[in-house]
């Protein structure tokens, strides 16, 4: 049953693969066993020449690394000071921050592209894109928890010796939760890698614009007047997910201890 169920879930991605490397496109059940004479690199090639695949990547890879970045500072910062530090108002707080998971973010697109391209004046850069998503609560809702599985006494011992509370951060706190760090980079990763419409809506720029946003236009605008737009749309998917999958291959055994280890500290 998990050999079938394998096959289910990656049979799309080994399709998508084949259907990059075909010269003639073939969208039959046939063509997923193409003629090796018929593969070849033209589709990259292709697409390559219309958006930029390099620097899609790297637009891409600066949102998505921007993104993590804020995500992990902000996330350890208010995770600590929730589960840790006491002052006035901190369940209202924490309340506040689990409401905000049910807001969709589509009903603040408006408002955040006003505020952010009007009053910021940010539009058509890099820190317009980041700044709706710096804040992740189930970060912060992660880390909060990890950090309230820490012994308590540690921290008023270092209280004791004088420790300030970022210091106590640093140099205790942090180095105990770095399976949560872990995690919270593998899961927030792919949410900004794959954003579409905030992206699109705040860059006008093609040369800002991440790689989904520039396959997106491909389709729109470009794909109609090539050869194979078929087989150019299924590479540029190849090349959106590659970095993506090798990031949760390589990481795959420390994200599945973690997951694990979470579940039973739990």
Same mark, same amino acid.
């Given at each position: ?44 090639t ?6 930029? =695949? ?18 992990? #500072? ?14 006035r ?17 589509q ?34 809702? #992660?880390?909060?928890?990890?950090? =309230?599985q ?26 105990l939760?770095?399976?949560?760090? #872990? ?8 949410g900004?890698w ?33 050869s194979?737009?078929f087989?150019?749309? =299924? ?10 999958i ?21």
């Amino acid at each position: 049953m998990l050999a079938v169920g394998a096959f289910v879930f990656l049979f799309p991605f080994y399709y998508m693969l084949i259907g990059s490397l075909q010269a003639s496109p073939d969208t039959s059940v046939a063509g997923a066993f193409p003629n090796p004479a018929n593969l070849s690199l033209e589709n990259y090639t292709e697409i390559n020449d219309r958006i930029s =695949l390099l620097i899609g990547l790297m637009n891409s890879g600066i949102f998505t690394g921007g993104v993590i970045l804020c995500t992990v #500072v902000f996330g350890l910062l208010v995770g600590y000071a929730l589960a840790q530090m006491q002052f006035r108002g901190r369940g209202v707080v924490f309340g506040m921050m689990l409401l905000v998971q049910m807001i969709p973010f589509q009903l603040l697109l408006i408002p955040l592209y006003v505020m952010i391209a009007r009053d910021y004046g940010l539009a058509d850069s890099y820190l317009g894109m980041i700044l709706p998503f710096a804040i992740n609560s189930t970060a912060v809702f #992660v880390f909060r928890q990890y950090f =309230l599985q820490l012994p308590a006494s540690l921290f008023e011992a270092a209280r004791i010796d004088g420790a300030s509370e970022l210091r106590i951060l640093w140099q205790i706190a942090i180095p105990l939760v770095r399976p949560a760090i #872990v995690t919270a980079i593998l899961l927030t990763f792919i949410g900004p890698w794959n954003e579409f419409l905030w992206p699109f809506l705040i860059t006008k720029d093609a040369a800002l614009q991440p790689l989904a946003v520039s396959l997106a236009n491909y389709i729109s605008n470009i794909a109609a007047t090539a050869s194979n737009p078929f087989g150019a749309i =299924l590479a540029g998917a190849c090349v959106l997910a590659a970095p993506a999958i090798a990031l949760f291959i390589f990481f795959q055994r420390q994200f599945i201890s973690n997951n694990l280890g979470s579940s039973v500290k739990g």
